[in-house]
């Protein structure tokens, strides 16, 4: 069965059964007949080159899936006007297998792997399969390898978001060790009343974590109220999905920035001696400016890299755009290969 999606006219088991049939979507039943209802029966014609007989109706897919179409025909009507599909040298379609369920990927790619060169000893081509679960990801192969794909992206966005968050962590232990003159009499009195160093660094990280937490409430707050209009400049229908496994990774973003952010605060508050600090004897020594010092290097760093990235990225984009290609390209038609179109 090829539906995976609503059908809204015909029979499953029987739309395709003949050769000349065709499966159109709702989005093109509309396009061509500006109807969706008695829409079986009529006649079509493929690339100005065939009638069809439109056999069924089906909903479009929605914009999140992979594979965008607008009709369906007969394996064995794609094959007649291609005799090379019959070819074992051919490898352009790709093939949609299902196995039985908890089925091993690797042995089955060991066993097919001499298949094509059993039958034409072609040396080679090797057929294997992969997840489609990991094909969003990882499209493109590279001798039965991924070598790219969207995941580069998601690495690539993945480290300019550590280093953004590096950058918010380093600016949290900046400030919080700028504003301990605040704390010193705090700190002093609770240890003079027997508070222990452990006590105080479970409170400052405390402190910390919650930060992080309101921080990360406010973000999916701002995420929310964004996403519609983000959708609609990239295309795309992309929403937030509260799901077991996403919830526990909030939580281990929320539990390593704020020990991350709140570690040397907490170590460096707490170590002050409770006689200086009732004193009003500032603690700093040149050892802690040196590191608060190298933290907003390290931070600026980071800062810079980033934006001289974004730069070199505009820049790169703006050439493109502006930059003389050699010829007019107003008014000039481009025949962008053969895809396929229906025509009444």
Not at 239 to 251: E, I, W, Y
Request: hydrophobic letters at 50%.
């Amino acid at each position: 069965n090829v539906f995976s999606y609503e059908l809204l006219q015909g029979d499953k088991d029987e739309v395709l059964k003949e050769k000349d049939a065709v499966v159109i979507s709702d989005e093109l039943a509309i396009k061509l007949f500006g109807s969706t209802t008695d829409v079986v029966g009529k006649v079509v014609n493929y690339m100005r080159f065939k009638d069809f007989q439109v056999s069924g109706v089906f909903k479009k897919p929605p914009t999140a899936s992979s594979h965008q179409f607008d009709f369906i025909m007969t394996f064995e009507e794609f094959k007649a006007s291609r005799s090379w599909i019959l070819d074992w040298k051919n490898n352009a379609p790709s093939s949609f297998v299902v196995l039985t369920e908890g089925a091993d990927v690797a042995a089955f790619n060991t066993k097919i792997k001499d298949v094509i060169r059993a039958n034409n000893g072609e040396q080679h081509t090797t057929p294997f399969a992969t997840l489609y679960s990991d094909l969003y990801l990882n499209g493109k192969f590279k001798n039965g390898i991924p070598s790219a794909g969207r995941m580069t992206y998601v690495r690539l966005f993945s480290i300019i978001a550590f280093f953004i968050l590096a950058i918010a962590c380093i600016n949290f232990m900046n400030l919080s060790t700028a504003r301990v003159s605040r704390r010193l009499k705090e700190i002093g009195i609770k240890k003079a009343v027997g508070a222990s160093r452990k006590s105080l660094i479970f409170q400052f990280m405390s402190e910390s974590i919650t930060m992080a937490f309101i921080s990360l409430v406010f973000s999916l707050l701002i995420v929310w109220l964004v996403l519609p209009a983000f959708n609609e400049v990239i295309g795309k229908a992309l929403f937030l999905s509260f799901s077991g496994s996403f919830c526990l990774m909030l939580l281990a973003i929320i539990g390593v920035t704020g020990i991350l952010s709140g570690s040397y605060p907490a170590l460096y508050l707490s170590a002050f001696k409770p006689i200086k600090v009732l004193k009003g004897q500032s603690p700093t020594s040149w050892r802690e400016l040196f590191l608060r010092k190298g933290l907003v290097v390290f931070q600026f760093t980071l800062s810079i890299i980033l934006i001289v990235s974004v730069l070199v990225v505009y820049k790169q984009i703006e050439f493109t755009q502006k930059e003389n290609i050699g010829f007019n390209k107003d008014n000039i038609i481009y025949h962008f290969c053969l895809k396929e179109y229906l025509f009444v």
